[in-house]
Structure formats: structure tokens, C-alpha cells
């Protein structure tokens, strides 16, 4: 049995006025690229395939998923300092899957679920050979975007919590954060499982 650690010192001096503004600031920053993404497309013959990117993606969304179980475990058993450092990695790493996925989106553009001659139009009977799959993927993808959407700014609340020390509020928010995030870091691996095959 792991001894339980003290819980580690405030690593940021309290400023919630501050953190409430970079907060929205950096979420509605990250919102308006991804919006932008939507419609711009950039022609670039890089000399590799692009969805390399959206290999790295699931990559990174399925060691993120790993890095938020093996946190829960790491505070649970009051391992509070690797738990922070877990949880730190996994901030980081979801930051390096942003730049990724922008890479991604400006240079593959949008692919369509089921387009087997990659011609940007599903046929009916490219619909029906994709069966139920199709509804499974629109489910996973209808829940994935909109969670992944509104997560960010509760991740960087919680981290911010946690990093002042403020314990009550951090386990609070985390309560409701954790899972969601989770859920949308291993939705995205199974995004991308489902699509990949339409690259």
C-alpha cells in the first residue's frame, strides 16, 4: 500500500479574475480556429500522406485516455504529486493534439463516412454498405464534437483549481470534467477508426 502524500503546494498564485479571462479568452480562440477550419482548405503537396495527422490524433487521444485513468488511480491513492504530473501531460498533450488536427483539417479538408471513391458525394448505395456502422459513427461524431467543444474551458478551470491549491473546488469541478473529457478522448479514437478507412 503507497503511503498518501501531502498534497502538493500552490503552483500558481491565486488570480481568479486573471484565470476567468485567459480562460475564455484561450477557449473562444480555440473555437473561432476550429470554426475557420471548417471553410479553408490549404493545396499543399507535402511529399507524405496528410492523414498522418489523423493518425496522430487517435494516437494522442487514446494516450490522453490512458493518462486520465492512470490519473484517477494516481489520486485515489493519494499519489497527489504524480497525479498532477499525469495530469499536466495530459493538458499537454491534448494542446499538441490541437496542432495537429488543425494541420490536419487545413490541408485534408473534410472527409465524407462512406465515400469509397472519394469523390465528396455519398451515393445511396454507398450508404447501404456501410449499414448500421454509419448510424454508430453520426452518434459517436454528434456527441464527440459538441462535448469536445464546450470541455476545454472546464479542463482549464479544473487545472486551475488545482494548481492554487484550491482542493474542494478542483475535486468538484474534476467530478464533472473527468468524465467528459474522458468520454471525448476515447470517442475520438473511435471517430477515427470508423473514418480512416474513407481517407
Given at each position: 500500500m503507497t503511503a498518501i502524500e501531502n498534497k502538493p503546494l500552490p503552483s500558481l498564485k491565486k488570480n481568479d479574475r486573471l484565470a476567468r479571462v485567459l480562460i475564455i479568452v484561450i477557449s473562444m480562440i480555440v473555437f473561432a480556429a476550429v470554426v475557420v477550419l471548417g471553410r479553408v482548405k490549404i493545396d499543399a503537396d507535402l511529399g507524405f500522406d496528410i492523414h498522418v495527422f489523423a493518425l496522430i490524433n487517435a494516437l494522442i487521444n487514446a494516450t490522453v485516455s490512458f493518462l486520465l485513468i492512470a490519473g484517477l488511480i494516481a489520486v485515489k491513492r493519494g499519489r497527489y504529486r504524480l497525479h498532477k504530473k499525469i495530469m499536466l501531460g495530459a493538458i499537454m498533450l491534448s494542446?499538441?493534439?490541437?496542432?495537429s488536427y488543425i494541420c490536419h483539417h487545413l490541408l485534408a479538408g473534410d472527409t465524407r463516412f462512406g465515400?469509397?471513391?472519394?469523390?465528396g458525394i455519398v451515393t445511396d448505395a454507398e450508404k447501404a454498405a456501410t449499414g448500421s456502422l454509419r448510424t454508430v459513427y453520426y452518434i459517436l461524431l454528434g456527441t464527440h464534437i459538441p462535448l469536445a467543444g464546450i470541455i476545454l474551458p472546464f479542463i482549464l478551470f479544473v487545472a486551475y483549481r488545482g494548481l492554487t491549491a484550491e482542493y474542494r473546488l478542483h475535486k468538484r469541478l474534476a467530478r464533472i470534467t473527468w468524465p467528459i473529457w474522458l468520454y471525448v478522448a476515447?470517442?475520438?479514437?473511435?471517430?477515427y477508426v470508423l473514418i480512416s478507412p474513407y481517407y
Open positions: 494542446v499538441l493534439f490541437f496542432v465515400d469509397m471513391d472519394h469523390n476515447i470517442s475520438g479514437v473511435l471517430v
